[in-house]
């Protein structure tokens, strides 16, 4: 996407012809790279567990055999970004454990918009898939820096075609497909971040379970009633499922 006439200013280039299995293989190997970092974070683990929990949390684990995680998470070390438990190859129970410099280069990938060269919706899941794992990470703080990301690039193009593409209906459609994709990016940043501004924890859980506890102990629900709430309490997926439970109490 880019002017032939020098005497335009130069349009944002965005590449589209990349061999297909090329970048899925680069977008594979940092994906699985920041998802054993993401799981790390939550303390140390040997290799058995991290493939465990890589095919449970982020359904990477399919496509990775125990050559290619411990090849991984050598790498991780080289880089000074892993530590593990001592010297010598790689073994089953070998402990491994972020570093200062992982926990750092964990936070700032969380941040980094992907690039949108290609498929970018699979980068900002998995960045926010990710960002689910890591103790402290506020994840609705990190699906907002993308956004922003976004809207800037928007409208950067909404520049463009304002100042160059008004008589040149080829400039101004491709700019029209590029807006529109990345208005699609922010519309799936906005869902998502609904979805998990409603996600319950089970800190959410032990709150709603302790007012109906408490009401109880009032005289305002009955046994039957209390032990029906926090059965519902206890197997809530949102908020809205939560403030139900407690809307008729004072």
């Not at 070390?77 to 010598?88: C, F, M, N, Q």
């Not at 570093?99 to 700032?108: K, R, Y």
């Not at 408490?214 to 009955?222: H, I, K, S, W």
Request: charged share 25%.
């Amino acid at each position: 996407m880019c002017c032939t006439s020098t005497d335009r200013a130069p349009v944002p280039i965005l590449v589209y012809r990349v061999e297909c299995s090329a970048w899925y293989l680069l977008w594979w190997l940092v994906s699985v790279r920041h998802a054993l970092l993401a799981l790390l974070s939550e303390g140390p683990k040997h290799g058995p567990q991290l493939h465990e929990e890589l095919a449970a949390r982020t359904g990477e684990a399919g496509q990775l055999n125990s050559g290619q995680l411990y090849a991984a998470l050598s790498r991780l070390e080289h880089d000074g970004l892993v530590a593990s438990g001592g010297t010598g190859a790689a073994g089953p129970h070998r402990e491994f454990r972020i570093t200062v410099g992982g926990t750092a280069e964990l936070a700032a990938w969380l941040r980094t918009p992907p690039s949108l060269a290609a498929t970018p919706h699979d980068q900002f899941a998995a960045k926010v898939l990710a960002a689910l794992r890591v103790p402290g990470t506020d994840v609705h703080e990190v699906v907002q820096v993308h956004r922003r990301a976004l809207m800037e690039l928007m409208q950067q193009w909404t520049r463009i075609k304002l100042q160059k593409a008004g008589n040149d209906l080829g400039l101004g459609l491709r700019i029209d497909a590029e807006l529109c994709r990345l208005d699609s990016l922010v519309r799936w940043l906005d869902a998502a971040d609904g979805r998990l501004m409603n996600r319950v924890c089970d800190r959410d859980r032990e709150r709603a379970t302790v007012r109906l506890r408490d009401c109880f102990a009032e005289g305002r629900l009955t046994r039957e009633e209390l032990d029906e709430r926090i059965t519902a309490a206890l197997t809530a997926r949102t908020v809205r499922d939560l403030r139900r439970l407690t809307a008729d109490l004072p």
